[in-house]
């Protein structure tokens, strides 16, 4: 039954292949796009808004599907082995795919197994600390922990924790890691003050007047804060992890339908619901042509291999 | 004073009107079907709020939300599967008095006591959300370890005849709830290499295999006593049996107020869920009545009221902490955050400044939603007590397509069929040998937030004398060693009572 199956899929798809669909008619049919973190978070909530827009912009119904699960890890798994034809795309932060391969040795997806589109905006990953906190910088704050002896920190993801250990390592602090799931729970730990410092995704801008943002955990300054220093530039060589959104497709897909995402993705960039949803998430739209999104996921993941290899972190 | 006219307006627009309406009926209709709980059904919903105002779409999750909580109780009295976890102990007290011919009566009471407590806590919300709020934020990781560990016991020592058998079903959830990926270094455990488990097993599939499968493979191999019982449920054509009586409500009064009190209070205070609360309430209702196990062998009117009065108190309160702090207090919560950052709105400190006329505008229609409930639920029941008249060779296999549907939809396709099939058969042997199933779909459920939160306890209490500073956890945990002692004591008493009645 199995093979038979099998035989006719393959017989299906010799098919398919053997008629040149010219790619300009991509999509033909609905396209799925596929987030991987569950309905109602950051990712999602803009994906949908992007879906909408899509909707409009390539002439099909663009459906939205979350498989959520280790930090998008199970969403990128199985998405490796879709079909590269355009019927399903990846929209989600960079970080999942650059961090996760290399902290799990069961993963068996790696950044260039896909090929990417375009981005359209970023999280704002960044050291916080409550308002009320007696330090406003990197320099400060280590000033303080070691004048306190041991510090709290809200260890909201794995990435979150390597980041801190990296920090704690170079600076020689003593830290209590207090794990804690997803941005909400980041914030309930600071606003009862119940740590000094945490990792936060962006999510501490809805907080206002309860925050302070020490410093930028990105390459390259953010946009919503030009001001902030990033961990590189208060001396902390390599420790940065980036997390701009980007649209991916499996490798193997036509170049033609990656052009096309493109196009659209540019025309959502400025798009009015587009700007409104990203400022009340404060995921600042910052588009990037599919060149520069390819080249980014390759900068970034080459930057988490240096930090993993300073704290001397094991895969697991 | 002048700017509440136009908020009147908006929330008592037709179309407003008509969405909390479609709202409250489509979370009645999916709450009835089993294994469908609220969670379910304002997700798949959400997309269609991409069209309508902030208030018609937050006005329209909150009637779905109420709806389907209240609905859930259909199923669990009519076919002894409970819509979603939280109405278990509805079907424990409800169902027997189904088959005794009092299904409407029963019905009926669920309604009520449902409507009741979505209106107090409902209520409750709008005066204190954001006083409460304050508190709740002071409920830290120390204080939630103390109060889930206390229920875990509470509801061990209750679901079942024995409280060992319920600590090691609760334990045994517990466990299953560590599958996944470890929450702070994203270190693999129990998946044997599955990539689908990495966020763990998904909660609806387990939920209706434990739950509804397992009660269809039980209720097969009893078709011919279900069939002479269905004709039984047709009701006995007493008048008294298919209405609530002055008796009853009597009965019942105290119950439903307990009931709003616990409900409220769970839902207020983040991460214990309906659950928790639907069982506290039937728990304690069952102590104080002092029938012990008659309550689930001839069914109570009273123990129906308690369950549901709290499951439904459990969903506008656990907006308390969502309006005034941004923290979600329940599944749904967390889903409406979704909604409102679609429509541009931050849940939050700022929301009672910024948006005072939408918040005042979804207080309005969530007392709206609470009276369509009524309405809706009191005439739908003729429909849904209909579902009874059908043999159960025609129920059985719709359930169990439901069933698949359900864990398809919401257990990552295929995959979620086989979670099913195999919590099915756990369940079906946990039922025969009397090992609390619910109590293994709570020790499941509150699994992660109780170890992470115990986790956080670690670390944020570096030295004993500091649990001092939280007076709220000690008591919590004093209950809980001191109910697993009174509980087991009262059991091995009555145990040797009966081998000594025994000849």
Redesign the interface.
């Known amino acids: 039954m199995r093979a038979l199956s099998k035989g006719i899929f393959a017989a299906l798809f010799a098919l398919c292949a053997a008629l040149p669909a010219s790619a300009t008619d991509w999509p033909t049919g609905p396209v799925t796009m596929l987030i991987g973190y569950k309905a109602g978070g950051g990712t999602d909530t803009k994906g949908r808004v992007l879906a909408k827009i899509l909707t409009r912009e390539l002439g099909q119904q663009v459906n939205v599907i979350n498989r959520a699960g280790g930090g998008q890890a199970v969403a990128l798994e199985g998405f490796k082995n879709e079909e590269p034809n355009g019927d399903m795309f990846f929209f989600g932060a960079v970080s999942g795919i650059t961090l996760n391969p290399q902290i799990n040795s069961a993963l068996q997806f790696r950044a260039d197994d896909y090929v990417y589109a375009g981005g359209l905006t970023e999280f704002q990953v960044t050291m916080v600390a409550p308002a009320d906190a007696p330090f406003d910088d990197m320099a400060g704050f280590v000033a303080y922990a070691k004048e306190k002896g041991k510090i709290k920190y809200a260890s909201l993801s794995p990435g979150a924790k390597i980041v801190m250990q990296a920090i704690a390592r170079q600076s020689g602090l003593e830290v209590d890691y207090i794990p804690t799931k997803g941005g909400r729970g980041m914030v309930q730990l600071v606003l009862s003050g119940q740590v000094d410092f945490a990792y936060s995704g962006g999510i501490h801008a809805r907080y206002p007047g309860k925050f302070k943002t020490i410093a930028a955990v990105s390459t390259k300054r953010l946009g919503n804060y030009p001001d902030t220093e990033t961990l590189i530039e208060a001396g902390y060589e390599g420790v940065a992890i980036d997390a701009p959104t980007v649209v991916a497709f499996p490798k193997g897909i036509d170049p033609a339908i990656v052009a096309k995402m493109e196009a659209a993705l540019k025309v959502a960039s400025t798009d009015p619901d587009m700007m409104k949803i990203s400022k009340s998430i404060n995921m600042p739209i910052v588009y990037q042509t599919a060149a520069e999104a390819s080249q980014l996921v390759e900068e970034s993941a080459a930057a988490i291999t240096i930090m993993l290899d300073t704290i001397g972190y094991k895969a697991s | 004073m002048e700017s509440f006219l136009p908020v009147l307006e908006s929330a008592f627009a037709p179309g407003n009107l008509a969405w909390i309406l479609f709202g409250v009926t489509l979370g009645y209709l999916v709450g009835a079907l089993p294994g469908l709980g609220k969670g379910t059904a304002t997700?798949v919903a959400?997309?269609l709020t991409?069209y309508l105002s902030p208030l018609a779409a937050i006005a329209f999750l909150v009637g779905i939300a109420k709806g389907s909580t209240a609905g859930s109780a259909v199923s669990a009295i009519l076919l002894n599967t409970p819509g979603e976890p939280s109405s278990t102990p509805t079907a424990m007290a409800g169902y027997p008095l189904a088959r005794a011919g009092k299904a409407q009566k029963a019905l009926k009471m669920g309604l009520f006591a449902s409507v009741i407590g979505d209106l107090f806590s409902t209520i409750v919300l709008i005066l204190v959300a954001q006083e409460l709020a304050e508190y709740a934020?002071?409920i830290?990781?120390v204080e939630l370890t103390g109060i889930l560990a206390f229920s875990m016991v509470f509801i061990a020592g209750l679901s079942g005849r024995s409280m060992i058998k319920g600590l090691i079903a609760g334990l045994f959830g517990i466990l299953v709830s560590c599958i996944?990926?470890e929450?702070?270094?994203?270190?693999?455990r129990l998946?044997f290499?599955m990539?689908?488990v990495?966020?763990?097993l998904p909660l609806i599939p387990v939920a209706i295999g434990m739950l509804a499968l397992s009660e269809m493979m039980i209720q097969i191999g009893q078709r011919q006593r279900l069939q002479d019982e269905a004709d039984l449920l047709q009701g006995s054509g007493i008048r008294e049996d298919r209405i609530v009586t002055l008796g009853d409500w009597r009965r019942s009064a105290r119950a439903i107020l307990r009931g709003c009190l616990i409900g409220t209070g769970v839902g207020i205070l983040?991460g214990l869920g309906a659950s928790v609360g639907s069982f506290l309430s039937y728990g304690a209702e069952r102590k104080a009545s002092g029938r012990g196990a008659d309550f689930e062998e001839t069914g109570a009117i009273e123990g129906v009221a308690a369950a549901e009065s709290a499951d439904n108190a459990v969903v506008p309160a656990s907006f308390v902490p969502l309006f005034a702090?941004?923290?979600?207090g329940s599944v749904i919560a967390?889903?409406l955050?979704?909604?409102f950052?679609?429509q541009?709105?931050?849940p939050?400190?700022?929301l009672f400044l910024e948006n005072r006329d939408l918040i005042l505008g979804v207080y309005i229609s969530m007392i709206a939603a609470s009276l369509f409930l009524l309405l809706i639920g009191y005439f739908g029941q003729n429909v849904f007590a209909r579902i009874v008249r059908v043999s159960p060779a025609l129920v059985m296999p719709i359930v169990v397509f439901l069933c698949c549907l359900g864990a398809y939809l919401q257990g990552?396709g295929a995959f979620g069929i086989g979670v099913m099939v195999v919590f099915g058969i756990i369940g079906f042997f946990a039922k025969k040998y009397d090992f609390s199933f619910v109590t293994f779909l709570i020790g499941f459920v509150i699994g992660?937030s109780f170890e992470?939160s115990l986790?956080?306890t670690l670390?944020?209490v570096?030295d004993v004398s500091e649990l001092l500073d939280h007076p709220v956890a000690l008591a919590f945990g004093a209950l809980a060693v001191f109910g697993v002692w009174r509980l087991t004591v009262l059991q091995r008493r009555q145990h040797e009572a009966m081998v000594r009645d025994q000849p």
């Open positions: 997700a959400i997309p991409f934020l002071g830290g990781p996944g990926l929450v702070e270094t994203g270190s693999p998946t290499g990539i689908e990495y966020d763990g983040p702090i941004g923290i979600p967390a889903i955050i979704g909604a950052t679609i541009g709105i931050t939050g400190p700022l990552g992660p992470l986790r956080q670390g944020l570096t």
